[in-house]
T-cell receptor, first 113, second 115 residues
Framework: KQEVTQIPAALSVPEGENLVLNCSFTDSAIYNLQWFRQDPGKGLTSLLL?????REQTSGRLNASLDKSSGRSTLYIAASQPGDSATYLC????????????FGKGTRLSVIA | DAGVTQSPTHLIKTRGQHVTLRCSPISGHKSVSWYQQVLGQGPQFIFQYYEKEERGRGNFPDRFSARQFPNYSSELNVNALLLGDSALYLC??????????????FGQGTRLTVV
């Protein structure tokens, strides 16, 4: 059974810092990995999707990497801003097609001005 | 283009009642999935539908049911509500099965409170 763990559970940084959020998964046979952002009480916003054949994806100040063999992914946020404050969730797809996402519990990020 | 839309956004129900939540996927997406997220946890998979057929079911009791309509919208039904059913219910849509791109897009959720 796939399990996804995110470390740390919470993180507080001053504005302008670069930071890394970690995600690990127990079964390396994943199809893709997706990072989401969730504001309090709101739905999920897709940030980045990494296919299993890819090593990284970039969008603006965000960069996500994937190491399937070690069961790890990182989300790098450059020059953090107060508006980045949210919970960041990592989720994996086990195989192609219509398979459910397996989520971690998320990392709650606070960027202090 | 409209994203995934869910209704209602909030509702309060009494224990033992029934509730129906609704979801409209992104235009062109034929797969809809439902997730339950309790406070402080990641979303948990409930159901997945594709082309109006159930393609997956999570570890939830039979009080939970769902269906998908010909226009690919979906309903999640929960009978005999318990206090523990209080959660944010999320709907996700994605492109049809078999494509490489299985990126999931979520709605804003329905906050259900059972009192």
């Amino acid at each position: 059974k796939q399990e996804v763990t995110q470390i740390p559970a919470a993180l507080s940084v001053p504005e302008g810092e670069n930071l890394v959020l970690n995600c690990s998964f127990t079964d390396s046979a994943i199809y893709n990995l997706q990072w989401f952002r969730q504001d309090p009480g709101k739905g999920l916003t897709s940030l980045l999707l990494i296919q299993s054949s890819q090593r990284e994806q970039t969008s603006g100040r965000l960069n996500a990497s994937l190491d399937k063999s070690s069961g790890r992914s990182t989300l790098y946020i450059a020059a953090s801003q107060p508006g980045d404050s949210a919970t960041y969730l990592c989720a994996v797809h086990g195989r192609p097609g219509n398979t459910p996402l397996v989520f971690g519990k998320g990392t709650r990020l606070s960027v202090i001005a | 283009d409209a994203g995934v839309t869910q209704s209602p956004t909030h509702l309060i129900k009494t224990r033992g009642q029934h509730v129906t939540l609704r979801c409209s996927p992104i235009s062109g997406h034929k797969s809809v999935s439902w997730y339950q997220q309790v406070l402080g946890q990641g979303p948990q998979f409930i159901f997945q539908y594709y082309e109006k057929e159930e393609r997956g079911r999570g570890n939830f009791p039979d009080r939970f049911s769902a269906r998908q309509f010909p226009n690919y919208s979906s309903e999640l039904n929960v009978n005999a509500l318990l206090l523990g059913d209080s959660a944010l219910y999320l709907c996700a849509s994605s492109p049809w099965a078999g494509t490489v791109n299985t990126e999931a897009f979520f709605g804003q959720g329905t906050r259900l409170t059972v009192v």
